[in-house]
Structure formats: structure tokens, C-alpha cells
């Protein structure tokens, strides 16, 4: 059945192309497997909640905008009762309004939120001709700021005051945050949905860290076999897309109780997620893809555990958390938990607080071909135990990675910028038998047991505690054996002979430039005090680098890299492979371009000699 939905359709009718339904939320009432559901041209305030979801990938429910038609979702209302007051604006509205969920007293807050420095922000927001008001704590503070807003309950109202910058409300459209949603089924196992062509804005999100409930403005609520494709997602107050955690297993428990550490009660919900269902038969699989997110208050794209075996890949993300209105540990464009098996590829991502955080569980994960530029960092990996992949990536921020995890193998990158590398003994967290959820066991980061191959670095100012290179593992051993060795001198003991050896790293045919450092065991590289003057910018619709490159620099004694030729990481012993076990060979750049065979060092392979300008990507 094919059913459609108009601005100029009633609810009554049939649904039918001549005689459209009015909401979408209608239709999402009727649509059952193999059914499309085709929006056509408009405006639509609602949270949709779709009643049934599709049996298999092949018979799945599907919502699309129609054909080059311009459809919005959003989870605000207009308001236009506002009185002028003291040179502001304010409108004073029945709290009976927002229902259940009112914006406007609802704190964000949850496990690893930090506390605001000034004042507890909403979920509400407020907007003049689309454009997103700064929250103050007071109408004091309203009076003195322009492009701000406050809001209290009085007397069964909820009253919000506004500093337009002179501007009259009633010369354009004010909106406000009303629904926590725009896109979103109320229960779970709502599989195989394709959500495709639309524009969502507007949400009242909550913070969505990985022990609670997590939603955003489109989520698929601990469901299967999602595609998210082709949709322009903005202005959620914490997060766009949602592939995360239910609340069943765990909401908060750490700041509710303060019983346990955080880490702990983390721990806990992987297991309890694992005994109702968290596995590949039942929970993630989604593809998320060509779509472009940008101004929301805590990432782009979030989840813990049902993002796993996803594909993520041809999104543009940008300005996430860069108005740093709050903060907290579950920041960035991408920020997943327990993403096993997924591959992230082809992203453009950019001028965000962290590009993308890999935390928890991030075994089988490969970071593939992405553009990063302008963050405050680019990428963290977070207290897991490999094997995941890092290739082909162009990191071009100061800061590019912070390295909290083991058992990484990092292929054919640009680093442009420093990196940070730290152990973790104080929080063991889980490895999984190979393309599974299954549990093997837990344990620590003791760092090291990485491999660098084929990787070019650039140097730049370096800080506290990040350095240019790879010289951060100055002092590890070179190789299993090694590790071994020194680990039985020290006796018959157990876990201390373990803990006092650096565990082994594979460091090899990497470049280093303007001033970068390489491991002292590394045996074939080259390096060069050249300036490579790095520069990436955005031209019209392309983002172009620009970097300086040093003669001789393609005489380095490479090879083509194969995955399964790799040291196993010591702690998972599983092989570095695709999520289908399929060996990779990293024969292609991060343009698609055909690596000889002694490939280039870095991310592109047609680099030459002196100033390069490259087009390496779209928008």
C-alpha cells in the first residue's frame, strides 16, 4: 500500500494519492510491512511514532518526502502572543500546553553531564526566523544580551522572555521547543524503517549519555534494520540521531543514587542489554548515510550498543556542542558505545567540539576515508581493546587523537595535527568473541599493542601531553615475543609481571614532517624538517587541501598492507578483518584511487612533490 500525506489532505480520507491524509502521524497509524509512506511539500508539527515496523530488509515500512518537494518536520510551534516589557519580549503560555514534558522546566541533565558554570539549561529553545536564541537564568540578564531567552512557571503558566535585538516578534516567526521528538516510535523492536528526504528541526532532546534512555530528534528506540538517508537534521537541543540505549536497562542510576561510580553502572547495562536481546539478530544493523546534521547541542549522531554492526557513511557534521551552552562527557559529532563491527566511512566532518568518540566495546569498528578539519579534536578511542581500524583518514585539526583504547591498527592516515595517548587501569570494560555480543571477558587499558603503518604526520605546536608522531611509545616493546620475554623474567607472578611491561606495538613505514617524531623502534621511515603548511578550507560546494610536500619523500620502503597479516591484538586474539570476516586490503586511498605497489605514506596516493592541491571532498 502506498499512502500519502498533504497540507491539503484531511485525516478522514483514505490516504490515497487524490485523497491524502493531513498528518503523517496518520499514516504511521496504518503503514505496515512493504508499505511507503510519501510526504509531499510543507510544514508538519508532530512527532511521528510509527505503530509497526517492516519483517525484514527486503519488506521494510518506508517514509519519504515526495520527489523534490521540501518537507519539515519540527518539534516546535509558532508562538505570536508576545507583549512588548521593558524593551524585551515576553509570552506568557498555559503549561497544560506542552502535556506531559514541558520544555521550559525541564533541566537537561544525566550521567556525565557536567554542572553548567552559570545557570541549569532546558530542553526548550527559542527561535526568531530559524535562528536559535542563547538561554540566560534571568530577565535581567534577557535585558542586557541580545538573541537571548528565559523562561519560568508562574501560576500554571509558563512565561518566556526575549531579547530579539530589537527586532518585533511580530515581524517574523518565533518558534519554541514543544516535543522531545520530531521522529520517533514510542515502544521498541520497531525494525526495518527507511526514513528518507526529509528536514527535521527543532527538538527538545535530552542529554543521552549511555547508562539512560537515549533519544534524539530522530531515533529508532532499540530497534533493528533502520535507514536513515538523505535528511537535513539541525537545531536539536542535544542530540539529531539516535541509535541508542532503552531504559529498562538502566536510567541514570549513577547520579539518582550515587551508589556506584559511573563506569560501573555502564557495565552493568551491557550485561542487562545482553540478557534481553542485545545481539545482531535482534538490535542495530541500521545504515545511516548522505545525510547533513549540524547545529545541535550534544552530537549528531549518539548511541550505546544499537548502533551496533551499523554503517555510517557520506554525512556532513558540523557545529555540534560549538556554542557550549553546556557540556559534558558524551560530546561530539558521532558518539557511540559498543559500536561493534560498525564502519564508519566518508564523513565530512567539522568545526565541532570532538568529531567523533569511539568509547566502550569499539571491537571490529572501522574508521575509514573520513574528513575531519576545524574541531577542537578530531577523534577519541576510548577504553576498548581492538582489533579496530583506523584508515585512510584525513585528521585536520591542531588536535587530531586522543588514544585511550589498545589493539588499534592505524593505516595510511594524514595526521595533520598532535595526538594524546593514556593507559586506563581503573575501569575494565568488556571484549566480545569476534562479530558478536557475546561477552569473552573484561579487562583494563594497559596501552600499547597498536600498529602504525604507512601513515604520514605532520608536526605543529605541541602542548602538555601531546606530541607529533609516534614517538608517545618511546620505550614499548617491539614485538610479542619481547613482551613475552620480559614478562617471564620477572618471575612466575601473574597480574604484576603483566601490568610493569609495555605491552608490544608494530610502528613501521610512516612519514614524518615538519618536526614530527617516530618511535624510537621504528626501523624504516623517513623524516624531514619541511614546513608542510597544511591548510584545508571550504570552496563553494568542495573542501580542498592544500599541503606541502618534501622530494624523495615516495622512496619510503613500503607495501601494501594486508589486514590479516597483522598481529593479532594481544587481549581479544582476534584478526584485524570486515565485520563479514573478509580480509581488507588497504589498496585504495581515501579518493578511491589505486594504490601501486609501494603505495604513497598518508591518505592520498596521487601527492607529488612540492605544493599540492586537492579536492578531497564534497558538500
Known sequence: ??????????????????????????????????????????????????????????????????????????????????????????????????????????????????????????????????????????????????????????????????????????????????RRS?????????????????????????????????????????????????????????????????????????????????????????????????????IGSHIIRNNTIYDCGQTAIVGHMCGAFSEIYGNHIYNIANKREFYGFEIAGIKLHAAIDTYIHHNNIHDCLLGTWLDWEAQGVRLSGNVYWNNETDVWVEVTHGPHIFDNNIFGSKKNLINAAQGGAFIHNLFCGASSRYDVRNRPTPYHIPHSTEIMGCTVVFGGDDRYFNNMFVGVKETDGWSCGTKKYNGYTVSMDEFIRKASEKGR???????????????????????????????????????????????????????????????????????HSLEFPRMTGAPYEAADGAEIIFDTDCLGAVRCDRPLPGALEKLTAGHNRIIIGTI
Open 493 to 563: 607472578g601473574d597480574i604484576e609481571n603483566y601490568e610493569n611491561v609495555p605491552q608490544p606495538v608494530y610502528i613501521n613505514n610512516n612519514f614524518y614532517l615538519s618536526g614530527a617524531e617516530p618511535f624510537d623502534g621504528e626501523e624504516i621511515c623517513i623524516r624531514s624538517d619541511m614546513e608542510a603548511k597544511v591548510r584545508i578550507t571550504e570552496e563553494t560546494d568542495r573542501i580542498v587541501l592544500e599541503i606541502d610536500i618534501p622530494e624523495g619523500f615516495d622512496r619510503l620502503d613500503t607495501h601494501i598492507i594486508r589486514s
Open 1 to 178: 500500500m502506498d499512502y500519502h500525506v498533504s497540507k491539503s489532505g484531511n485525516d478522514r480520507n483514505e490516504g490515497t494519492a487524490k485523497a491524502p491524509f493531513l498528518t503523517i502521524s496518520r499514516a504511521a497509524a496504518f503503514a505496515e510491512a512493504g508499505d511507503t509512506v510519501t510526504v509531499h511539500e510543507g510544514e508538519y508539527r508532530e512527532c511521528v511514532n510509527p505503530a509497526n515496523g517492516g519483517i525484514a530488509d527486503c519488506k521494510r515500512i518506508t517514509y519519504k518526502a515526495a520527489d523534490g518537494e521540501r518537507v519539515i518536520i519540527k518539534g516546535s510551534e509558532i508562538i505570536t502572543d508576545w507583549e512588548g516589557a521593558d524593551g524585551i519580549w515576553k509570552a506568557t503560555i498555559p503549561s497544560s500546553f506542552f502535556g506531559e514534558h514541558n520544555p521550559y522546566t525541564e533541566i537537561i541533565d544525566g550521567d556525565w553531564f557536567m554542572e553548567p558554570l552559570d545557570h541549569p539549561p532546558h530542553t526548550g529553545q527559542v527561535y526568531i526566523d530559524g535562528n536559535a536564541l542563547a538561554e540566560t537564568d534571568s530577565v535581567e540578564n534577557v535585558k542586557n544580551n541580545a538573541l537571548t531567552w528565559y523562561a519560568e512557571e508562574k501560576d500554571g503558566n509558563t512565561v518566556i522572555y526575549a531579547n530579539f535585538a530589537g527586532n518585533d516578534p511580530k515581524n517574523g516567526t518565533v518558534e519554541i521547543n514543544v
Open 182 to 282: 520530531c521522529f520517533c516510535p514510542e515502544k521498541t523492536g520497531v525494525n526495518y524503517i527507511t526514513v528518507s528526504g526529509f528536514e527535521m528541526a527543532h527538538a527538545a532532546t535530552q542529554w543521552a549519555p549511555p547508562t539512560a534512555e537515549q533519544t534524539g530528534m530522530l531515533s529508532v528506540n532499540w530497534s533493528k534494520g533502520w535507514i536513515i538517508e538523505n535528511n537535513i537534521l539541525h537545531d536539536s537541543r542535544c542530540s539529531a540521531i539516535c541509535v541508542g540505549k532503552e531504559r529498562t536497562t538502566g536510567h541514570n542510576e549513577h547520579i539518582r543514587y550515587r551508589r556506584k561510580p559511573g563506569c560501573q553502572t555502564q557495565l552493568e547495562t551491557v550485561f542487562a542489554a545482553w540478557h534481553i536481546g542485545w545481539d545482531r539478530e535482534h
